[in-house]
T-cell receptor, first 116, second 114 residues
């Protein structure tokens, strides 16, 4: 069974500082991994995803994430935080293929706050 | 390309009343999902359609929740009767196909049950 654990329900960083949001997963097969962002009163928007190939994935708004199989992690980073990055971030995992397991499981989310 | 549309955006009802939400997915997307997102939690899948057939409804409280996807396009999610614990945001998403495809989310319907 798949699961996702996001460490830290709330992360606060200063504007211009490094952003690091942690995500660990469990999956019985090589997974697909996603990071979504949710701004207040809006739906989720895909930031980036890992399927196969290069383990460092670049997404929108300067975010990137690295798939580390040995650590079962997919942490999200951004070198320099901007005020507009303040939002809720969700890590998600799915098992590829056309099986009943091909549904996305979301983590509980990390709220990112940016200090001026 | 138009995104996923949902209506209404907000709904307030009293417990034991019924409510319905509507979703129009991105044109050409075969798979449609309904999620429930309780405050402070990640979205939880309620039901997944592939065209107009149900793929997964294992987490749908079938005694009070129902959903249909007419002609494999629009979808409606209904709650009857509503309970206080149904207060949440109901998100609709669609993807071209299943099997790990990227899902595109609508803005959600925020439901408050009093």
């Amino acid at each position: 069974a798949q699961s996702v654990t996001q460490l830290g329900s709330h992360v606060s960083v200063s504007e211009g500082a490094l952003v690091l949001l942690r995500c660990n997963y469990s999956s019985s097969v090589p997974p697909y991994l996603f990071w979504y962002v949710q701004y207040p009163n809006q739906g989720l928007q895909l930031l980036l995803k890992y399927t196969t190939g290069a383990t460092l994935v670049k997404g929108i708004n300067g975010f990137e994430a690295e798939f580390k199989k040995s650590e079962t992690s997919f942490h999200l980073t951004k070198p320099s935080a901007h005020m507009s990055d303040a939002a809720e971030y969700f890590c998600a995992v799915t098992e590829p293929g056309y099986s009943s397991a091909s549904k996305i499981i979301f983590g509980s989310g990390t709220r990112l706050s940016i200090r001026p | 390309e138009a995104g996923v549309a949902q209506s209404p955006r907000y709904k307030i009802i009293e417990k034991r009343q019924s409510v319905a939400f509507w979703c129009n997915p991105i044109s050409g997307h075969a798979t449609l999902y309904w999620y429930q997102q309780i405050l402070g939690q990640g979205p939880k899948l309620l039901i997944q359609f592939q065209n107009n057939g149900v793929v997964d409804d294992s987490q749908l409280p079938k005694d009070r929740f129902s959903a249909e996807r007419l002609k494999g396009v629009d979808s409606t999610l209904k709650i009857q009767p509503a309970k206080l614990e149904d207060s949440a945001v109901y998100l609709c998403a669609s993807s071209r196909d299943r099997g790990g495809e990227t899902q595109y989310f609508g803005p959600g319907t925020r439901l408050l049950v009093l």
